[in-house]
């Protein structure tokens, strides 16, 4: 499966068919999750598959900033490890499964809250060490193209100069807008990447105090657009390591992690 080609197909769904997925494909999409490639190995997560999505539709108000009710066929809730890294790392691991989706013609949607735990109990079983973070919608999409055709990248997106700065060249410029067909909370592209001869550096921008859930949101949203870029970086065979380094502080910007091109 090509993931740069789902990059460019892929867009958030919000209205699906009254049809429920097969149980062979449903176990295939569980089985993705869980197996996902993630940023930081030692945080624990776990993708719990809902099959009956009345049972996240009727706690939908129990979401915390979510965009209003989607009602899906099915439902992914992700639940982590709360440590430093975990909220990059879930955006990670699961927007990989959302573009395998999208190769699958199966529409999905991020809804953007945090979940009240105690909602939850009769749901799904949430490991003692984990909290639940956040919810995935997924069915096949209302409209019938919804996801065969390929959106240009600059659809409803920043411009590259908005959220770069630093030696981008032409290949590089490829690559960033790949980054820029990220989704992220109310499509704020919260995103900033400076990029130096030997690395790129990820940050996010700084939320007021009135604005600390969007900032928390922000961090998965970072998580999400490294995964594009990784999937871009692997199409041209560019190596790469992801790692935290030392005094990269920014004004009014949050340090996420770093991408070193010194291989």
Same mark, same amino acid.
């Given at each position: 499966m090509n993931l740069m080609n789902c990059i460019y197909r892929r867009h958030s769904v919000r209205k699906y068919k009254n049809e429920k997925l097969s149980t062979n494909t449903l176990n295939?999409?569980?089985?993705? +999750?869980?197996? #996902?490639?993630?940023?930081?190995?030692?945080?624990?997560?776990? +993708? !719990?598959?809902?099959?009956?999505?009345?049972?996240?539709?009727?706690? #939908?108000?129990?979401?915390?900033? #979510?965009?209003? *009710?989607?009602?899906?066929? !099915?439902?992914?809730?992700? $639940?982590?490890?709360? *440590?430093?890294?975990?909220?990059?790392?879930?955006?990670? +691991?699961?927007?990989?499964?959302?573009?395998? &989706? $999208?190769?699958?013609?199966?529409? #999905?949607?991020?809804?953007?809250?945090?979940? *009240?735990?105690? &909602?939850?109990?009769?749901?799904?079983?949430?490991?003692?060490?984990?909290?639940?973070v956040i919810v995935i919608s997924f069915g096949y999409p209302e409209t019938e193209d919804a996801l065969t055709n390929i959106i240009s990248s600059d659809y409803k997106r920043k411009a590259i100069k908005g959220f770069c700065s630093g030696d981008f060249n032409d290949e590089w410029i490829g690559i960033m807008k790949a980054v820029g067909r990220a989704p992220s909370a109310m499509n704020s592209q919260p995103w900033r990447f400076f990029k130096s001869r030997d690395a790129v550096d990820l940050y996010t921008v700084k939320r007021t105090i009135i604005t600390r859930h969007l900032e928390m949101m922000n961090r998965i949203d970072a998580g999400i657009a490294l995964c594009h870029m990784h999937a871009a970086l692997e199409d041209r065979n560019i190596e790469f390591k992801i790692l935290k380094l030392a005094d990269k502080d920014r004004k009014d910007l949050n340090y996420i992690t770093s991408i070193s091109l010194d291989y």
């Open positions: 295939e999409i569980e089985a993705l +999750a869980n197996s #996902s490639l993630k940023l930081y190995r030692d945080i624990s997560m776990y +993708a !719990h598959l809902v099959k009956d999505g009345m049972k996240i539709q009727k706690i #939908s108000k129990g979401i915390i900033g #979510s965009y209003g *009710k989607i009602v899906a066929p !099915h439902y992914i809730v992700i $639940t982590s490890e709360e *440590k430093e890294g975990y909220l990059e790392n879930v955006g990670f +691991a699961l927007e990989r499964l959302v573009l395998q &989706l $999208t190769g699958m013609n199966i529409g #999905s949607c991020w809804i953007g809250g945090f979940i *009240k735990k105690d &909602l939850l109990n009769d749901i799904i079983n949430i490991p003692q060490n984990q909290i639940p």
